[in-house]
């Protein structure tokens, strides 16, 4: 039988739900996500066929990527708490977040909750530095470099000395997203991206692997991962791990089973 995708908006609390499989019964992901219109092509955390997993996504109002990434996000503190205990009230096994700015609140919310929480893609810099050669960083691919501060990476543990770059600010991608554009255009879009890429690893000949900070960066990792030739890690590879350690129904080989 054919897996169903479903992509909803249940009630004023702007929920939605993706489901491949197995339903949201059976346990899932839970997404914070931010307040936008901005497209959302497949692979970015927002489209309901990024992941072939449950995902029940809670939109948070009043959180644009300008509220989150430029301003003050400790304002909608209580109100991404709030989201949060929801989300694991319906069900959520693990949660996360649709921008990786939000690692300002990984220990609040975490503390809020008895369920694992990831606020952001950079929580893996930590994670994927001991498994490089001697000498070599993982750099780092954000939306805005000028409003990554040292408290977004101190609160995730990333080092303060992390090799950063940022989109153009006057670029396609980064004008649709703080703009919060109905369209885009991917083409210019991944251009942009690819020049940031390039840029970070040609200033840093010491990087040997890449996070993407940016939630809306992953439909373009396998064109950084072609361009640079390093490892690239974003925020589904942080879900996909988030669900493999929760769920049940998460692939794992039989106790005993031998390789076919």
């Known amino acids: 039988m054919a897996q169903m995708d479903r992509c909803a908006r249940l009630g004023g609390q702007g929920v939605g739900v993706n489901q491949r499989g197995a339903g949201p019964s059976a346990g899932f992901i839970g997404l914070l996500q931010l307040q936008t219109r901005f497209p959302r092509p497949v692979g970015d955390i927002g489209h309901p066929r990024t992941f072939d997993f449950p ?6 109002h009043q959180a ?8 003050d996000p400790m ?3 209580q109100a991404f708490i709030e989201a949060a205990q929801q989300l694991q009230a319906e069900g959520a096994l693990a949660i996360t977040t649709s921008c990786g700015f939000l690692a300002l609140m990984q220990q609040e919310i975490a503390q809020s909750l008895h369920v694992p929480f990831a606020a952001s893609a950079l929580s893996q810099v930590s994670w994927i530095t001991p498994l490089l050669a001697a000498g070599r960083r993982v750099g780092i691919l954000t939306a805005d470099a000028s409003a990554l501060t040292p408290e977004h990476l101190r609160a995730v543990g990333v080092p303060l000395d992390a090799p ?19 369209t885009l255009d991917m083409r210019q879009a991944e251009a942009e991206v690819l020049d940031a890429a390039r840029a970070l690893v040609g200033a840093h000949r010491d990087i040997g692997a890449i996070v993407l900070e940016c939630t809306n960066l992953p439909p373009y990792r396998g064109a950084i991962r072609r361009a640079t030739g390093l490892p690239v890690y974003d925020c589904n590879t942080l879900v996909h791990w988030l669900w493999q350690g929760v769920s049940h129904q998460a692939s794992l080989p039989l106790q005993g089973s031998s390789p076919s």
């Open 55 to 60: 995902v029940v996504r809670r939109i948070v």
């Open 64 to 71: 644009t990527a300008q509220a989150v990434v430029r301003d």
């Open 75 to 77: 304002v909608l503190r």
């Open 164 to 182: 950063i770059a940022g989109l153009d600010p006057a670029g396609e991608l980064s004008r649709t997203l703080f703009e919060d554009r109905p």
